[in-house]
């Protein structure tokens, strides 16, 4: 079993009230790679350039990610992200991009790729995920990331294509913005309509709630006393819920384990954003996870008692 | 045992996108008695003015809200609000506050308000909520609310008010502006050197936190369809979670308790949303209400499962 996952390789340069870095390895492929590690075999499919160096290589390889599919364009620079952040975290404001290879990505799998039990299509344009998908006709659970850009620009492409995925996993706002529907259990069921059957709504520091047609679940964001830098919060999310979903192979993917998936995603995004980049989970443990899944569990949780009302 | 609410009683009106009320019963301390009326007998403390008429109090009486306490100022006119919500339920605008007989309002607490158990001093200015708290000194559970106003012109004096307190229950935005801090955990710590044990943000459409001695809980809001009016959900929580406090008095008001408390605040606030000002939880049942909080039981819950993270 493994997971496969196509998205953007990057170097982020992140200024945040705590600190900043000039140059460091990001990108969704990246965060979602890294994260989704801990729990299956990951292939992950981006393009770099020249800039992409044996370091990058050595951070994703690691923690066993297969990195055969990162494609390397002679010539070329590797996407290129300058941001940011408020003293509110919420508020990231973006000073460059440079797509670089990125503008002229086209997909690559190879057929280890494409074997893939659980795939991820991160953020990038609706008509290359929908090309993703048909390569990889062999997996079991499919989700999508996607962002304000083509909602705006390619709305009917990403709809057709949100309609041959599993999952849909977007920001909150932009789940609004996609369904124009005010609340999102709304959302979520016009999105069921599409056809995935499960919709999940990535709420920053609040967390995230997921709808299926089993009903709502949701679970807040693990309290940190400090956040260093959120990027790739959500990226991560993705990475530990589809690692887990993929991990869990002999057992129908019932609402019971998408919940689990759920509350593994929580955990791999808390310890992302407690150093920048992907330093935190470059050299997190297996433990250091379970244990904040159960601590994530003891918080969440309150025990009902049947008390007498008034008459 | 009993609940003592002090702060404004008004009249609304409302439109959101999804209709409008040109003057509907409204008021922290309506909103918040009717909530607490379920749980314990309630004391209600406010002026209001000529306006003011039977219609009105029967809605309190009518669940039992012990009204004698509500002073009526002969020739005044009741506090006022007219606000508009946008497709976003979280953008509010104020058209319109006329304060009336709440400018120059005093509180008088009757011996029956100034012996509860239980003490809310809702939103008003912290001199007053300071007044009021030293009037009830036998309460066991004293909770206060502010705003940003207060924050603004009377931070001394409304922190001088919270080191008094039990429960600070504060917005979410709200409650980082009085700290300056950026992240929940450490707003909540700098409350607790200030005095109150127990912390609460209030999170609109994402729920809540606490945070205690012994830590962190969070519950994410009911998720509804449809949210017809936003106004007073927040006091509709502080009168689940209070009345919740005060209908437990035997138990050591522990970390698991103040957990169901938030749960029922959560009940109470989701249906004070499903329809204009008071109107669904004027005529809410007890059934209602405990099933709710055993269905916001059920849609937080997850069940860790050890699973084997890769080596």
New interface residues.
């Given amino acids: 079993m493994s997971v496969t996952v196509v998205g953007s390789i990057a170097f982020d340069a992140v200024t945040t009230?705590l600190g900043s870095r000039e140059r460091m390895l990001g990108g969704s492929a990246v965060h979602f790679s890294l994260a989704a590690?801990?729990?299956?075999a990951v292939h992950v499919v981006g393009p770099v350039g020249d800039d992409f160096g044996a370091a990058e290589y050595a951070v994703l390889r690691a923690r066993?990610v297969n990195t055969e599919d990162i494609e390397h364009v002679p010539g070329g620079r590797t996407f290129f992200w300058r941001g940011e952040y408020g003293?509110?975290?919420n508020e990231r404001e973006t000073l460059d991009t440079q797509l670089n290879v990125f503008a002229d990505f086209e997909p690559k799998l190879s057929e280890a790729s494409r074997a893939a039990d659980v795939l991820f299509l991160a953020n990038i344009q609706p008509d290359l995920q929908r090309q993703v998908r048909a390569q990889c006709a062999a997996a079991r659970f499919v989700a999508l990331d996607s962002m304000d850009l083509w909602i705006e620009t390619a709305r009917d492409s990403l709809i057709e294509t949100i309609a041959q995925v599993d999952c849909l996993l977007l920001n909150d706002s932009e789940l609004?913005q996609l369904t124009r529907e005010?609340?999102?259990?709304?959302a979520a069921?016009t999105v069921l309509d599409w056809g995935p059957r499960v919709i999940i709504a990535k709420?920053g520091?609040?967390?995230a709630?997921m709808?299926t047609a089993e009903?709502?679940?949701?679970?807040?964001a693990f309290?940190?006393?400090?956040?260093v830098d959120p990027t790739g919060a959500g990226d991560s999310f993705a990475g530990g819920f589809m690692g887990?979903v993929a991990?869990?192979p002999d057992n129908e993917l019932d609402h019971?384990v998408l919940?689990?998936a759920?509350?593994?995603g929580t955990a791999l995004a808390s310890f992302n954003v407690e150093e920048f980049g992907v330093e935190r989970v470059a050299r997190l443990t297996?433990q250091e996870?379970?244990a904040r899944?159960?601590e994530l569990?003891r918080?969440?949780?309150?025990?009902?008692?049947?008390?007498?009302?008034?008459?």
């Avoid at 009903?215 to 807040?220: I, M």
């Avoid at 309290?223 to 956040?227: A, N, R, S």
């Fill in positions: 009230p590690s801990f729990f299956d066993g003293w509110d975290l609004r005010p609340s999102f259990v709304r069921r709420q520091e609040y967390g709630a709808f009903g709502f679940f949701a679970l807040p309290p940190l006393h400090t956040v887990y991990a869990n019971e919940r689990r759920m509350a593994y297996n996870i379970t899944v159960a569990q918080i969440t949780r309150f025990i009902e008692k049947p008390i007498a009302l008034r008459e």
